[in-house]
């Protein structure tokens, strides 16, 4: 059988999980378009709120520690390693 067409839609009953949502934030004083998964964009929101910090200064937290990752994966990568935290009880 052949393989999948590139972006083709996968579905794991989460939505729409080719969308994805753009947000302007200031970084070090210069405006920075990041495209994430709603998904993501929440994780960071409740890690935001959590930490008592808006998702701009999560943000500007995720970029100052991302070395030569670029910003959307740092920010992913992030999102995924807080959630195991959350579950392990960690946090």
């Known amino acids: 059988m052949g393989r999948k067409a590139r ?3 996968v579905s794991m009953g989460t939505g ?3 969308s994805l949502k753009k947000r302007s934030i200031n970084l070090a ?3 920075t378009s990041l495209a994430l998964e709603p ?3 929440a994780v960071l929101q409740a890690a935001a709120t959590a930490d008592a910090i808006s ?3 999560l943000i500007q937290r995720i970029d100052a520690g991302r070395g030569e990752r670029p910003l ?3 920010c992913r990568v992030f999102a ?3 959630c195991q935290a959350d579950q ?3 946090i």
């Open 80 to 82: 995924l390693l807080r």
């Open 72 to 74: 959307a994966s740092a």
């Open 39 to 41: 998904e993501f964009w």
């Open 29 to 31: 004083g210069h405006a």
């Open 55 to 57: 998702i701009a200064g």
């Open 16 to 18: 729409d999980m080719g």
């Open 88 to 90: 392990a009880g960690t």
């Open 7 to 9: 972006g083709a839609d």
